[in-house]
C-alpha cells in the first residue's frame, strides 16, 4: 500500500514561487531543519494553531512516495506524529493544490475538494 498523502499549509505566494523554482523551502527548514507538514486528521488542528487570521493559503497534497528528501514522523505524543520534511520538497512530490479559506468566523474547515483521494 502507498503511503497516504501528507499536507502542508502555504501562502500562494510561496507556492507560485517554488513552481518557478522547481523547488520549495519553508521558512522553517531555514530556522527548524525541516518543513511541517501534517496528515489530513491533523491538518485543519495545524491550520487553526498556526495560520489563523492568514488568507491566500493552499493546501499542498504530498506523495511521500515521490519526496527525494527524508521524512521522519515526530511528535512530543507518539498516538499524534507530524510527518516532517527534512530538506527542500520536490514540487514534482505535489499532487494537487487546494485553496484553504476560513469561515465567516475565522476558523478553518476541510475543503470540500478531495485532498486524500488518488487521482
Known sequence: LPMKRILHITSRTEWEKA???????????AS???IHC???AQVIG????????RENLVILSIDPD???SEILYEGIESSNLFPHIYGELNIDA??????LEAGADGVFV???APIDRDE
Open 19 to 29: 513552481k518557478n523554482l522547481g523547488t520549495y523551502r519553508s521558512d522553517s527548514l
Open 32 to 34: 527548524e531543519g525541516f
Open 38 to 40: 501534517s496528515t489530513a
Open 46 to 53: 495545524s491550520a487553526n494553531r498556526f495560520f489563523k487570521g
Open 66 to 68: 515521490r519526496v527525494s
Open 94 to 99: 505535489v499532487l494537487r493544490v487546494t485553496d
Open 110 to 112: 476541510l475543503p470540500l
